[in-house]
């Protein structure tokens, strides 16, 4: 009972973060400047403005506005674009469909990366705490830490794109139409991004790791004359991981954020930059389903995080039971 | 105890913040040439040209004045806005902290309703809503910085008022401020000279990775074509030199060089001061 009824609280507490955030877009969607009426066809007759204004649900209040944009995103209609030749708009849920296997990869691939890199990374650091080479890869890794996204993207621009001239600096290829290239194109971005998420996660797994290492049944399983690689992996390692899981989770939405320049750097049209055309193109609809599909995408990986949680460490599983 | 030597990395970090902080209010009185001038004999230098150490990029301008004055735009926006981050979440996240209830659950709910739309994405919506309401003359309504410091002011609030808050909780469960609530101290009295003093410090390594956190967003923005006007923080002159990039990488590398730097500095001090404050927290 106790379990349920604390997920039941859970669920409810994250639909009604989901219900606020998606009020907050349309607010902040509503406040935007100027008339998006005249803006989206500027040189329309009074009939045509009054059909766009009835369109974009603009002639009812807020609260019916939200409702009916609600009703039609739960069913997966995200809405048109509007553009100001007379093409009738693109529908948001094709743009969607088009950028979004691209972020997806782009993140997909940043995280995997991320964490092989860095496991193995943290677990040495730990077993070698306060040696030169912890302290030596320790501060590099800080050092990297600090560099911008954009700026590890133009360096490697250059260097690979450029002076060495190993890979092409700009564009998106889709693995059905060349696997090899596929993986070529990702390279830069996937780096630009991930040398900072290395750093942060090496470094959680380092303290972690440190911490566990002084737990009575590390002593134990080396006082049996395990070796220290089977105590690392199999006994050290599971425990320690719990911080690095929250963190890899939180950062898959801040990634979205840092997606955008990096994408806008590489010249590949993915969902970031999908979401900053329609912010500087006051693609009213667009804008306010894009950043409530990218607030859902978070909620929930917090809310797996949260379960996961319980499934690596007992203890946690043991506590929301009782 | 380790508070007399510092390691060396604080020293170096110092100098340079301490070079961006003078910069910022003396820079336009330094003798150095104007970031404005165009040197039209020499237009995209490479560095250690003679006259302009950094050289210049395909406008003729001097890089290490444009440096120079790109500092006091970086520099303002990130430090302003997390300083009145800081005031409006701090006050926010005790004030939820202290008196919990449906206050605090209030509060917890608009940072948890911010936090969750990525920070870039939310900051470049802000943007929106305070510039020029008509796009093709964005001279009108307020000021770029202003709009830039607004929002992300707004952003920042909740990632500092959230560790105030987590603060603040650890601190009202204490000895001393039952014992204060206990002898009749009002509640504003409490606030004033036993959470805040203690909740101020553990703020600040944050603010310091959070100023950090504003130059890097505002050099995004920049490059998203929603920053300042071209050439005026170090993130402008980033996203204006990048079309140079494979014929004079230095005018694009040299301001992401001085982002990093900055944000290095900032955040050693931010991890400086939570490795201080852990430490006085152990021997309490």
Known sequence: MGKLGGFAKQLARVVLVLILVTFGVTVIVRLLPGDPVTTLLPFGTPEQHALLRKDLGLDVNI??????????????????????????????RDQIALTLPRTLFLMGYTIIFSLLVSIPLGILLAYKADTRVDKTLSNVLFGFSSIPNFGIGLGLAYLLGVKFDLLNPVGYVPMTENVAEHFKSMIMPVLALSIGLISTFTRLLRTDTIATLKEDFVTMA?????????????????????????????????????????????????????????????????????????????????????VLYGIVDPRVRSHRGG | MGADRKPIGFYISSAWIGLCVFLTAFGDSLPITDYRANDFDAMGVGPFSPNHILGTDFDGVDLLAAIAHGARWSILISFISVFVASVIGGALGIVAAYWRGWVDAVITMYFNVTLSIPTLILTVAMVAVFASPDMSNPEAGMPRILVLIISLTFVIIPVLGRIARSSALSWTGREFVMVAESIGMKRRQIIWSHIVPNV?????????????????????????????????????????????????????????????????????????????????????
Do not use: C
């Open chain 1, 63 to 92: 609260f019916q506005y939200y409702f009916s944009w609600l009703k039609d995103f739960v069913r997966g209609d995200f809405g048109q674009t509007y553009t100001t030749v007379a093409d009738g708009g693109v529908q948001v």
């Open chain 1, 222 to 306: 080396s006082s049996k004359g395990l070796s220290n690689q089977w105590i690392l992996w199999r006994h050290v390692l599971r425990p320690s991981s719990l911080t690095l899981l929250t963190s890899a989770a939180l950062n898959m939405g801040a990634l979205i954020g840092g997606a955008v320049v990096v994408e806008s750097v590489f010249a590949f049209d993915g969902l970031g930059t999908l979401i900053a055309y329609s912010i500087n193109f006051r693609q009213y609809l667009a804008i306010q389903s894009l950043i409530a599909l990218v607030a859902v995408a978070y909620i929930l990986f917090n809310l797996i995080v949260d």
């Open chain 2, 200 to 284: 101020v410090p553990s703020m600040m390594s944050v603010a310091f990775l959070a100023a950090g956190v504003v130059i890097v967003v505002e050099g995004g923005l920049a490059i998203l074509g929603v920053g300042t006007d071209p050439g005026q923080s170090w993130g402008s002159m980033l996203a204006k030199n990048r079309g140079d990039i494979s014929i004079a990488p230095h005018t694009t590398l040299i301001p992401a060089v001085a982002i990093a730097l900055t944000v290095m500095a900032l955040n050693y001090y931010g991890d400086y001061f939570r490795n201080r404050i852990d430490s006085r927290e152990s021997r309490i």
